[in-house]
Structure formats: C-alpha cells, structure tokens
C-alpha cells in the first residue's frame, strides 16, 4: 500500500475530513497520512482507540514514535495523557490498550535502527522557551540527533513563520491554524515538504500550537525490509 509515498512532492492532508479506516484490532481505527508497505509498513497516522480497546503485544522492530492527541494511551510503562510524547525504539516491545479511549498521531519504522533510547516527555509541564531567531515562536524540544529534529511550536498569532535550511519537514496542527501555498491548515492538517523545499506561513489569527519533525528527509525513505 502507498499512501503519499513520493517524497520528492509536496503531501497533504486535511485528516478530519477523511474517514475512519478499522484496523486488524478491534476497537482500533486509523487515518492514514503516508505509508510505504502493507501492516509492516514505514508509516505516519492517526490512530483512535475506542473505550476499552487494546493491541496485542508486539515488538517495534522499526521503532515506534506518538504523540497523544486525546485521552489517555496507557501500556504496561505506565499510562500516557494528551500532550504526552514517547519514542519505543527499535527492538521495543508494550502492550498498548485504552481504558477511556485515545487518539495518537504515529509513525513506525522511522528510527535509525541503531537507536535504543527510550523517551517520554509529558509537553503539558514544560515551559516553551523563546526562538531568538524567528520572531513569535516559541518551542518545545521533543527530541533531536543527527538525523532528525522533534519540537512543539507555539506560533504568534498572525505571526510570518519561515522554516530554512531544511532536510525535509513535517508539520501536524495540534490547536489553532496557519496559511501556506495559498492553503488553509486547521486542527489536525499535515503538511510534508521534501528537503529544500522553502516553508513559508502565516499563523492563523488565534495563533498555533504545532507538531514539527525536520531534517529527517535527507535520504528517500523505503518500506520496511521483511
């Protein structure tokens, strides 16, 4: 299955618009944003669980990377509300279930997979700091190597936002909105632009709260190796 798999294009989608698809679980649903690959696929989705819904155990061979959105994603580490973000590297292994029911953004198979660091950060208590170089932005850092940069954006309403110099960026709307390429993006839009590709926006008047992962496009991706 491919889903928005030219990497060398500009993608997006506009997720509530698109209809839930169930998953091989019940009670577990997804919109999908790109995919490369069938169920063992290098993947980016929206992921619901109902009320009471739970996975079977597993193991991230590839890595698993979320973000909740709504509710509270629990396994046995521990349980995980809105706002939570946690990177399961690869060779990981949970038993991901719901009590009250969830909503996730994920993406599997993304992570160098020499990589063995376990990350939770709860972005609800930490304290957005200042870009000194981009007027009316402020962040959160998620995570950052080598090959890939994790943050939380809080954009100033009506603010001009400019993202140079990049390897390949992703953007999730968390609260609020933004305009770009002459396009609206409100609450859960995604936007993905290839290395090089020149990001250009303006926050929308009530401002923005985004999910932002750069720099991770250098080299095309490819499905996962079976």
């Known amino acids: 299955m491919n889903i928005n798999a030219d990497f060398s294009k500009r993608a997006v989608v506009h997720a509530d618009r698109l209809n839930w698809v169930p998953s091989p679980m019940a009670g577990v649903e997804r919109r999908m944003l790109d995919r490369i ?45 809105a706002g939570s973000y946690v990177r399961n590297p690869p060779q990981s292994s949970h038993t991901p279930r719901s009590d009250e029911g969830a909503t996730i953004l994920v993406k599997l198979w993304q992570f160098d997979m020499d990589d063995r660091t376990q990350i939770h950060v709860d972005t609800n208590v930490q304290t957005p700091v200042a870009d000194p170089a981009r007027p009316g932005v402020s962040v959160i850092p998620l995570f950052q190597d080598t090959l890939e940069e994790v943050l939380i954006e809080i954009w100033s309403p009506g603010a001009a936002i400019g993202i140079p110099d990049h390897r390949g960026l992703e953007i999730f709307v968390l609260n609020g909105g933004f305009s770009e390429a002459g396009e609206d993006f409100a609450k859960n839009s995604w936007l993905r632009l290839p290395a090089g590709y020149e990001f250009s926006a303006i926050a929308a008047r009530d401002g923005a709260r985004i999910w932002l992962k750069r720099d991770h496009l250098a080299t095309t991706p490819a499905a996962p190796a079976q």
């Open 37 to 81: 690959g069938d169920e063992v696929a290098r993947a980016t989705s929206i992921v619901r669980y109902a009320p009471g819904s739970a996975f079977s155990a597993h193991v991230h061979t590839g890595g698993e990377e979320y973000l909740v959105l709504e509710g509270v994603f629990q396994d046995e580490h521990g349980d995980f509300p």
